[in-house]
């Protein structure tokens, strides 16, 4: 996967280098680039950025540098040029999902109060960290790829780990414990040390549920349950009405 990134502070992406991008990088899996697009400035001092027409608070960045700056790079056809901006649609899981099976990403990282209008007609996404507002889109950028960039095949070595954790299936990860077994009076589930892998396992589902119903019941709402799944969750309901009504 190629991924380039269209920004006016290419030195801000030193971290993309380390763990598990640093990673994929180096075995070829994916190929990580910043463009500064203050290079296509539409004057002799390095301007991007101009007042809005109509009047208005703050500056926008301007369609030029950005639009010379894409065409420079020559994304695919199939590519997803993708803007940072915080009215665009809640970045999720599930868009990580999609974006790991590209062949090319392209952010475009925003600054100021917002680009021109027309730097809309070049992306093909507008994705949003989430309801609040950031100085750039540089911090959200790095978010994303690396939510994305760890659903590659062969970028986390456990694939496993990646199905059983939280927000894959709209489910939350179930509690998960390691040595020592006890720790000031709190004790591992005995069941974890069982050596019963079935039983495990219907531990495991029952408790993803019931974390999910406690800290994050939007997500059932989507989650596909067997009839057994949905019995827990009734008996965690009417546990939560006898509990309420105390």
């Not at 100085?135 to 994303?144: I, Q, R």
């Not at 994305?148 to 990646?162: D, F, K, Y």
Request: net charge negative; hydrophobic share 35%.
């Amino acid at each position: 996967m190629k991924i380039d990134v269209l920004t006016l502070f290419p030195e801000m992406f030193g971290p993309m280098s380390q763990s598990l991008m640093g990673s994929a990088q180096e075995k070829g899996i994916i190929e990580f680039k910043t463009h500064d697009f203050r290079q296509f400035a539409v004057n002799k001092h390095g301007h991007v950025d101009d007042y809005p027409y109509g009047g208005g608070a703050g500056m926008l960045l301007q369609v030029p540098p950005i639009v010379e700056t894409l065409e420079s790079i020559q994304p695919a056809d199939d590519a997803r040029i993708i803007l940072m901006d915080p009215t665009g649609v809640p970045f999720s899981q599930e868009i990580a999902q999609e974006w790991s099976t590209a062949s090319q990403l392209v952010f475009i990282c925003g600054h100021y109060e917002g680009f021109d209008e027309r730097v809309r007609n070049y992306v093909t996404d507008e994705v949003s960290l989430g309801d609040y507002v950031l100085t750039n889109g540089e911090l959200p950028t790095m978010v994303m790829v690396d939510a994305t960039v760890r659903l590659i095949p062969e970028v986390v070595g456990n694939a496993e780990s990646i199905v059983n954790e939280s927000h894959q299936n709209n489910l939350l990860e179930h509690p998960q414990y390691t040595r020592p077994r006890e720790f000031r009076g709190q004790e591992v589930p005995e069941i974890l040390l069982s050596g019963h892998h079935g039983n495990i396992e219907l531990w495991q589902r029952k408790e993803a549920i019931r974390r999910t119903f406690e800290r994050r019941p939007d997500l059932l709402e989507q989650a596909d349950l067997s009839p057994q799944e949905i019995a827990w969750l009734e008996e965690f309901k009417q546990n939560k009405n006898s509990t309420d009504q105390i």
